[in-house]
């Protein structure tokens, strides 16, 4: 069953057309599933889950990091119980959503948005990862129109979103978030509309597949 992993840039409809392949696939989508199975497993509401989603360790943070360094006795009041010498929260939340990544992708037929999902499954060959982009102004007009805010509102809040998600995959994953390299395919949802985007990425799954079955022949002929 297909595995397919979605990122996108803020306002490129990137969730909304992963939403859709999903129910075309019958598969499950994750995204708010993902945050909610770390707050049950972090213990720790919700809404401060979703605070830790795709961001990068804040001051407080790694200001705590520096007093441990510093004072090994020194234990952050507020993380999570770990195993390790010093984690903090934001830590926590990568490592346990990197194991429910991990988890979906065993199972299948799933389609997983955001998360770094690409680079947590970079090395398995039958996922099939797909980014979604749009130039600013296009992205910047999505935005107003779905949240009812002014333009300079939407371009700050596509700036941060974006700026944090990169600076996320910078920190955990020393990569560049705007990079091509992990993907299969990108679509450009200013110039392709949802039904043309949703038609090429199930097209892409089905070639993966049978690429995916041709080079397992190939290695049982060689055997």
Request: with cysteine; glycine share 4%; aromatic share 8%.
């Amino acid at each position: 069953m297909p595995v397919i992993t979605i990122s996108r840039l803020t306002g490129s409809g990137g969730a909304e057309i992963g939403e859709q392949l999903a129910e075309r696939l019958g598969a499950r989508y994750l995204n708010k599933q993902i945050i909610q199975e770390a707050a049950q497993r972090l213990n720790i509401s919700e809404a401060t889950a979703a605070e830790y989603n795709e961001r990068a360790e804040d001051f407080s943070e790694r200001l705590a990091r520096v007093l441990w360094v510093a004072d090994p006795t020194f234990a952050p009041v507020s993380s999570p119980a770990s195993s390790f010498p010093f984690e903090s929260t934001t830590d926590a939340f990568v490592e346990i959503t990197r194991k429910l990544v991990h988890e979906a992708a065993h199972t299948g037929n799933a389609v997983i948005f955001g998360h770094g999902a690409h680079f947590i499954l970079a090395h398995h060959p039958d996922v099939l990862h797909v980014r979604f982009v749009a130039p600013l102004p296009f992205r910047v007009e999505q935005v107003m129109r779905r949240e009812g805010v002014n333009r300079a509102e939407a371009e700050r809040r596509v700036r941060a979103e974006d700026e944090r998600r990169a600076n996320h995959i910078r920190q955990y994953y020393k990569a560049d978030w705007n990079a091509p390299d992990p993907f299969h395919l990108i679509l450009n949802t200013a110039l392709l509309d949802e039904a043309a985007c949703i038609r090429l990425v199930l097209e892409a799954v089905e070639q993966l597949k049978r690429q995916h079955k041709g080079h397992s022949h190939s290695s049982t002929e060689n055997e």
